[in-house]
């Protein structure tokens, strides 16, 4: 402490040595920082404040109908966007800024310089506050009023440009997914025309049918069986039969109750015929094969007509009598005879069917594989279409919504506006600080000047500096007119730094006051 205090008693003496010469460094130094402070260019600064609300009642109702960006990360990215080139130089364009009329390096300069001082700061939520500094107060606000429209401006062009651009392509993906449709369905058409029959019916059917045609078909056999068996026995009682009996008188005609065998067959196989037409076309082969049958038995008719009338007439006029017995044989062995055709035709048919179910069930498998191939990919086309088509509606309602303006809304806080004092300097502070820097100048000078031609005040000053031994001191003693310089030059010395005092503390007081260079 006694050595710090001791350094400190030597810079003082130092400096009050060369006291003179400390006055009027400080003197030189705050006249030029006064000046310097004076002639420093204003810098004005424009402030505004803007709100952008993205809480909107449409929102909660909207959720679901319609595509909702997220508008607070939009709002965020806009903000940080906002000071690209493009939109820099849309803001030189406005005349209000005065840029507009610039060489190409100066304009380049002008750019660089608007996006050094423009400051957009988030102040919490969706709050921006957005400065510029200018030396022209009017630019200064034409600026930041032009940097609020381009923000305002933005936020819509790009909330509608977003949503015409995702309607647009939707749009070229329906039309995309149109043709890929229409195609699948062709082939789907394609497949099920070229395997008529097969697709469409699973395995499990075609075996279900296939069994039941195969029990169809042992049924049919069976009662064949059982029919051929009774007509063989009709055969063998009509053989131990005579078919004639002789008689000398005419008969009488035959009662229309009386039918012959012919007439009887012919009967059977016409009402076979209307059952097989209810049931069948006229080209099944069992409506064939009845109608074959019944013109065979007419023309059987006709020639045993004409044998019994040629008979009549070689016998005179006596004619054979029919055996009744043999006749009702004759007529249940016609009706055993039909129902075995008719038996015979109906297996036949069922064994065709049951031949081409299994020639068919053989190819079911690939075509369920291949159906099911051509039905997924179609599903999956019309799943993405109709969601496309839902999202295309989606989309639509979003793009109305933005176009309302309704979803995010600006609200101008606190519009744009310059003080009347200048946001740079701070022309108090800078003249404070010139004053504190005067006097350290001065101070500075007068100590350097000091260690530059080093005089000694004390016995211990010299001792230290020599490194010898000092043998003695003489006193000096002042006579009254030195004393009196001396008292003078301290009243000067006293009047040079009350003035330099009252000269800076006036010249803060002022620039406190408001005065300023215009």
């Excluded at 404040?49 to 109908?65: H, I, N, R, Y």
């Excluded at 364009?93 to 380049?108: A, F, Q």
């Excluded at 000091?450 to 003489?474: I, S």
């Amino acid at each position: 402490m006694n050595e710090l205090t001791r350094q400190i008693s030597i810079v003082l003496r130092t400096i009050w040595q060369r006291r003179w010469l400390a006055v009027a460094v400080a003197w030189a130094t705050a006249v030029v920082l006064a000046l310097l402070v004076w002639v420093i260019p204003n810098r004005y600064e424009a402030t505004a404040k803007l709100f952008v609300d993205t809480q909107s009642v449409l929102k909660p109702l909207m959720a679901g109908l319609a595509f909702q960006p997220d508008l607070d990360q939009q709002v965020r990215m806009l903000a940080k966007t906002l000071l690209s080139r493009p939109n820099i130089e849309r803001l030189m364009s406005d005349p209000g800024v005065g840029l507009g009329t610039l060489t190409d390096l100066k304009r380049e300069q002008a750019i660089d310089r608007l996006s050094a001082r423009i400051k957009i700061e988030h102040s919490g939520g969706n709050l921006y506050l957005i400065s510029y500094r200018d030396g022209d107060p009017n630019r200064a606000k034409a600026v930041v009023d032009g940097l609020v429209n381009l923000f305002i401006d933005s936020g819509n062009d790009s909330k509608q440009r977003d949503s015409q651009d995702a309607s647009r392509f939707i749009d070229e993906q329906i039309k995309a997914y149109e043709v890929k449709l229409v195609e699948a369905e062709n082939r789907v058409k394609d497949f099920k025309l070229r395997n008529f029959g097969v697709s469409g019916v699973s395995g499990q059917d075609y075996f279900a049918r296939m069994s039941a045609l195969t029990d169809e078909v042992g049924k049919l056999r069976m009662t064949l069986a059982a029919a051929e068996q009774s007509r063989d026995a009709l055969k063998r009682e009509l053989s131990n039969e005579e078919p004639n009996v002789a008689v000398d008188a005419p008969t009488p005609a035959v009662p229309m109750a009386m039918q012959t065998e012919i007439d009887s067959r012919l009967d059977a196989q016409r009402r076979s015929l209307d059952d097989l037409l209810r049931r069948y076309t006229d080209a099944h082969p069992d409506v064939v094969a009845a109608r074959r049958m019944i013109g065979q038995l007419e023309a059987q008719k006709r020639q045993q007509e004409a044998e019994r009338a040629k008979a009549a007439a070689k016998n005179g006029g006596r004619v054979a009598s029919s055996n009744p017995v043999y006749q009702r044989l004759r007529i249940a062995l016609a009706e055993a005879e039909a129902n075995v055709a008719s038996l015979r035709s109906q297996l036949g048919g069922q064994q065709e069917r049951l031949d081409q179910v299994k020639a068919t069930a053989s190819r079911v498998p690939q075509a369920e594989a291949e159906l099911a191939q051509l039905n997924r990919d179609y599903d999956i086309m019309r799943k993405q279409y109709d969601m496309l088509v839902s999202r295309r509606e989606a989309a639509s309602l979003g793009l109305k919504i933005d176009q309302s303006k309704s979803m995010a809304e600006y609200r101008l806080v606190e519009p744009p506006r310059v003080p009347a004092k200048a946001a740079f300097p701070d022309r108090t502070v800078l003249a404070v600080v010139a004053m504190i820097l005067a006097l350290a100048a001065g101070g500075a000078a007068a100590f350097g000047m000091g260690k530059l031609y080093p005089t000694f005040d004390t016995q211990e000053a010299l001792q230290a500096f020599a490194k010898r031994p000092v043998l003695g001191t003489v006193s000096r003693h002042l006579s009254l007119a030195a004393e009196r310089a001396q008292r003078f030059d301290l009243i000067r010395l006293s009047g040079a730094m009350v003035v330099f005092m009252a000269l800076n503390v006036t010249w803060i007081v002022l620039l406190a006051g408001g005065i300023q260079p215009h």
